[in-house]
């Protein structure tokens, strides 16, 4: 049954919990960016203020301000309270995302993974958008600007989740196929042109500049500008 899966399989009694290896390398992620992240909130915490900060207190200062620069555009004076969520998906996300430049599937080429993040975000909207207005008031806005659109606009609510994860899903694993695709051609050239086809992947690091380090930066700007978009729209006064 397991003959050809790409992982693990846990046996628990009776059971068989099947890990596939993109959820694998999710978790190595996770543990590694959590140990960087301790470290350096002990840098932060022991660095003089009045000194120029360098080494790791100066890459961390530097990422914190490109975070707070994505989700502050969205969530204004709310920013700071969600900067710690949002900023630690976001190095997660990018980190997953460059990592088939490490020759591993990118955990988010993954399914599963990409609907457990997209819910995430949609689980937090919609928290917000009840804990603020209220379900009176969640369905007033669902009426809004006419009765007639209702059925449109809770759609539009329920589909949000599918459309986060369906768009990071189909670019990053269309870029994990293509290379695949491409390191396949290049193999069976170099064999039929005798050793001579090998120059051809002196064109692979342009690729994977394309469909490993642009798309993983910008599927992660989307991803996240979009659900901070939808999360500061909740947030509003107006």
């Not at 969530?75 to 990592?99: A, E, P, V």
Request: charged share 10%; hydrophobic share 55%.
């Amino acid at each position: 049954m397991y003959d050809n899966f790409d992982g693990i399989v846990i046996h628990i009694g009776d059971f068989d919990v099947a890990v596939h290896a993109s959820v694998l390398v999710w978790l190595c992620i996770c543990l590694v960016l959590g140990i960087v992240l301790v470290l350096a909130g002990n840098k932060f915490k022991k660095a003089d203020a009045s000194l120029a900060p360098k080494g790791m207190v100066l890459i961390f200062e530097q990422i914190i301000g490109l975070l707070t620069f994505i989700v502050e555009n969205s969530l204004g004076k709310n920013t700071r309270k969600y900067l710690w969520f949002y900023g630690t998906c976001m190095m997660l996300m990018l980190i997953s995302n460059l990592s088939g430049l490490l020759g591993v599937q990118p955990p988010t080429s993954n399914l599963s993974v990409n609907v457990t993040l997209a819910v995430t975000m949609w689980l937090i909207i919609q928290s917000t958008s009840l804990s603020r207005k209220g379900i009176i008031g969640k369905l007033k806005g669902w009426c809004e600007p006419m009765v007639l659109l209702f059925p449109l606009n809770v759609i539009g609510d329920l589909t949000l989740p599918f459309s986060l994860s369906l768009r990071l899903f189909g670019n990053l694993l269309g870029g994990t196929i293509i290379m695949t695709l491409v390191y396949s051609l290049f193999n069976v050239m170099n064999s039929l042109l005798m050793g001579l086809g090998i120059t051809l992947f002196a064109v692979t690091p342009f690729l994977h500049m394309y469909f490993d380090i642009f798309a993983g930066f910008i599927q992660t700007y989307i991803f996240f500008t979009l659900s901070t978009f939808f999360l500061g729209q909740e947030l509003s006064e107006e």
